[in-house]
């Protein structure tokens, strides 16, 4: 799978897992929230795998 695909997958995913997570626990805040929910839930999975990467020594 080339970059595009794995982060178009994961921007989807993020932004669904996002939404459902809202809707779950803060079902008055408005949609909005559970973008820019998915769209922190996205940075993580940057984050955690570029940590998670081993550099050469």
């Known amino acids: 799978?080339?970059?595009l695909?794995?982060?178009l997958v994961r921007l989807i995913?993020?932004?669904v897992f996002g939404i459902i997570l809202t809707r779950?626990?803060?079902p008055d805040w408005e949609?909005?929230?559970?973008f820019v929910t998915g769209l922190i839930?996205?940075?993580l999975a940057y984050g955690m795998a570029f940590f998670r990467?081993?550099?050469?020594e």
């Open 31 to 34: 949609i909005y929230y559970g």
């Open 53 to 56: 990467k081993k550099k050469p």
């Open 5 to 7: 695909l794995i982060f």
């Open 13 to 15: 995913l993020g932004l």
């Open 24 to 26: 779950l626990f803060r």
């Open 41 to 43: 839930l996205v940075g």
């Open 1 to 3: 799978m080339n970059a």
